[in-house]
């Protein structure tokens, strides 16, 4: 039974020192170069969503790993594209279409060091770099939070502007903050994504709901053993949010 793992980055950065909020959402450099190293040396192949649709619907099998990175951080343009490119690797990077060239702003209230964002130029770069570009909503609000119209607007809107930027179709989506209800998974789908990802932690399965794929937490502290181990196991499926 073929099962695939997503894995999820924010930060490719050196984190801040302690002690500074969320640690764990930065992965240093040195450490992203190492695992793709390995994932090349195993003899899989980092995609992006586009690229691992038909093993997740079932018309293609092979050793393939998705590659996602949330937020849209400058530092995924400066240290993640080369190593992908080296590797002859693609990945999805979900950005905000109303944040493009600001920060992490909605990280303030949990006092998150601010981070450069890419700017509509900076995506394109990383598009016509052969990644992928995917939607993050508007402005990485809290859709249960929200009134269903603003959260369809956020889910659509996003698509539609990134679209204009990129000059090219926008198909998937990624809750921000993993935070959904099976209405928001129905708002994606009808707005025409062909995914959405979560932050429910395991491999996705052949039954998967593409709108509610699970996907593999890399952060700071994963160390490579660690880093096999969710790849190579079935470590996380079970674990949870
Ligand atoms: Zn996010």
Redesign the pocket.
Known sequence: MQQYAILTYHQIEMAPPPPAAFRSLYVAPDSFARQMRWLQALGYQGVSMRDLMPYLRGEKVGKVVGLTF??GYCNNLQYALPVLQDCGFTATC?VMSQLLGKTNVWDIENGVKQADLMTAAQIRQWARAGMEIGA?TQT?CKLPQIPDADAVRQIQACKAELTDILGEPVDHFCY??GFYETRHAAMAQDAGYHSATTTRRGKVLPDADLFQLHRIPVVRSTYLPQFLLKLLTGYENGKGV
């Open positions: 949330d937020d979900y993050h990485h921000p903050y």
